[in-house]
């Protein structure tokens, strides 16, 4: 199908486009790569009645250490994360997940801000910015919000961001020594949702987590910081603590049934990340269970 | 809901024209450019058939606005073909039945080209994962997978 008819509005600047959404707000979606909001559009999930497109705005683009986190300009597309040093080297855990994001055609128009401020709850980076501890820096006419990432979600395609305001910019902690993540999706085919996701961060030192912060996605209505992973940090990891770990996180997952899984087979190939993550970052072949990825 | 100008150059041609907001660049290339190569399947960016090349990478046109396009530099499989960028490849395409009702070809051929111009020498896995994002219902892909794979050997000078 095609996109219902909408009138078109090409901002030079934030703030013209905060006046723009200050006007239009209730009834304006923010086009930025397009690649969650026009295939919306396009099966009339939704109809606009008027966008406005926030690509041409170069102060939102761009990738850069400043002082100690590192800023990610909202209108940066996945393949500029795939190619950027800076973050394969302070935060590798992103550059990793948005590999699995889509398709190369897709990943070259869609860009961060547009994916976390659309808020699927099967998306890799929502999850990759909650385990990182990211910070969401969003506009409006009230000045600038600084949203802890966990905050930031708050639902299916649901936000903290209000209808006048615009996502600018997203800061991440710069990975620190001894700094370790994991990302794993099952999904179908390379490119698609997943049926079950995570990613995590952590800081191990001999041979335990002094940290590990676990991101799943596709287990809810949003993403999710597992408690589980209290279970697991600052103590010498035997098969029974992960056993204890993996039959909490169980028990805080509260997966959606679809055409894809059951809640059952989520909570399962949740657990079975979870075993993975552990055995790999700690590199313990002996905690690893279910059959080989 | 009024029309915007739009210029942009396709396939190396300065084009000029009014449209209204809500069409999408793959319907103007086939319906206001007459460039019918590229096809319109899914229309929400799944099947890869819409694919095109703009400012030198390939996008889904489905997603894409025309009124996105403004200043933009978009290649067409046309463009592709006339030019005989991919001449090598759409005769491996021949070659190894990499094709049957053609639906998916175009959008094949502009995926294919666009992981050999960034990776000369790719494996099996790499050439599946970056045709991930399209769709052939025909050929199962073992024949397609063939005939990028034989277009990398002969590129790179190496018998295919």
């Known amino acids: 199908m095609k996109a219902s008819a909408f009138a078109y509005a090409r901002p030079t600047s934030v703030a013209n486009a905060l006046e723009l959404l200050a006007a239009h707000g209730d009834r304006a979606k923010v086009l930025s790569g397009g690649q969650s909001l026009m295939p919306a559009m396009n099966l009339r999930l939704i109809s606009p009645e008027f966008i406005v497109d926030i690509g041409g705005l170069a102060e939102l683009r761009g990738i850069v250490v400043k002082g100690d986190v590192l800023m990610i300009g909202a209108l940066t597309r996945h393949v500029d994360v795939l190619k950027s040093p800076e973050i394969a080297a302070r935060a590798p855990l992103l550059k990793d997940a948005t590999s699995h994001v889509a398709h190369p055609a897709i990943r070259n128009r869609g860009t961060l801000g547009g994916s976390l401020a659309h808020a699927d709850p099967a998306s890799e980076l929502p999850a990759c910015m909650v385990a990182l501890g990211a910070t969401i820096v969003v506009c409006g006419p009230k000045g600038e919000r600084r949203i802890p990432a966990r905050e930031f979600f708050t639902g299916i395609y649901e936000t903290a961001l209000s209808p006048q305001e615009l996502l600018v910019a997203v800061e991440l902690p710069l990975a620190q020594k001894d700094s370790a993540h994991f990302f794993h999706e099952f999904a179908r085919r390379h490119g698609d949702y997943a049926i079950v996701g995570l990613a995590a961060q952590s800081i191990v030192a001999g041979g335990q987590f002094n940290e590990l912060r676990l991101g799943y996605f596709a287990v809810g209505d949003r993403p999710l910081l597992a408690l589980a992973a209290g279970k697991l940090v600052n103590v010498a990891i035997t098969p029974e603590i992960l056993a204890n770990a993996s039959a909490v996180l169980g028990e805080e997952l509260d997966p959606q049934e679809d055409q894809q899984a059951t809640p059952a087979m989520r909570r399962h190939l949740a657990k079975v990340l979870l075993s993975r993550c552990v055995s790999t970052l700690l590199s313990r072949p002996d905690l690893r269970s279910g059959a080989p990825a | ?160």
């Open chain 2, 1 to 160: 809901m009024t029309p915007v100008a739009i210029s942009l150059e396709v396939n190396g041609e300065r084009v000029d024209a009014h449209v209204l907001p809500r069409l999408n660049l793959a319907d103007f290339l086939r319906e206001h450019l007459k460039l019918t190569g590229t096809h319109v399947g899914c229309e929400h960016g799944v099947c890869g058939a819409c694919t095109v090349r703009v400012n030198g990478e390939i996008v889904r046109s489905c997603l894409i606005l025309a009124v996105q396009a403004q200043e933009g530099s978009v290649e067409t499989i046309e463009g592709l073909s006339d030019s005989g960028e991919i001449a090598d490849l759409q005769g491996a395409f021949r070659d190894r039945n990499a094709l049957q009702c053609g639906f998916c070809t175009p959008g094949m051929l502009m995926a294919a080209q666009d992981l050999l111009t960034q990776s000369p020498a790719p494996d099996r896995e790499q050439i599946r994962e970056h045709l991930s994002g399209n769709y052939c219902r025909c050929t199962g892909y073992q024949a397609i997978v063939d005939a990028v794979e034989t277009t990398a050997r002969v590129r790179a000078g190496r018998a295919p």
